[in-house]
């Protein structure tokens, strides 16, 4: 059987969380995705796979007792510096640069004149 893709509130918690794989309480699973939420509305998704743990960048196993603590002063001041830090690596997304066209036809259009394609076309045109 095929494992089940993780959304992003799963991956942030199992990320972050001690114990959050394991975890089988679906209150837990619910207070936890609900801040993950909250953290999505300020914050990029992709920008949680790029920061490290709080307590040790070095050590990549979860710390956290829950992701409430990143709604705190330390926790914000934790994000704010790794947020500015990712916004100066990553590329900046180009806005969409399709022309936009008129409704209206302007100027007249350019007609071709076609080469000849054959020995007859090249003796009755030439």
Request: charged fraction near 30%; aromatic fraction near 12%.
């Amino acid at each position: 059987m095929k494992p089940r893709k993780l959304n992003n509130n799963q991956k942030i918690i199992i990320k972050f969380v001690k114990g959050g794989s394991g975890n089988k309480d679906p209150k837990f699973w619910a207070r936890e995705s609900k801040i993950a939420k909250k953290l999505f509305e300020v914050y990029p998704p992709a920008f949680f796979e790029y920061i490290h743990q709080p307590d040790n960048p070095l050590d990549d196993t979860p710390c956290l007792g829950s992701l409430a603590w990143f709604l705190t002063e330390n926790g914000k001041r934790h994000l704010n510096t790794q947020y500015s830090e990712y916004k100066k690596f990553t590329p900046i997304e180009k806005e969409n640069t399709t022309p936009i066209l008129e409704k209206d036809k302007i100027g007249e259009d350019f007609k071709q004149e076609s080469k000849p394609k054959n020995i007859l076309e090249f003796l009755r045109y030439g």
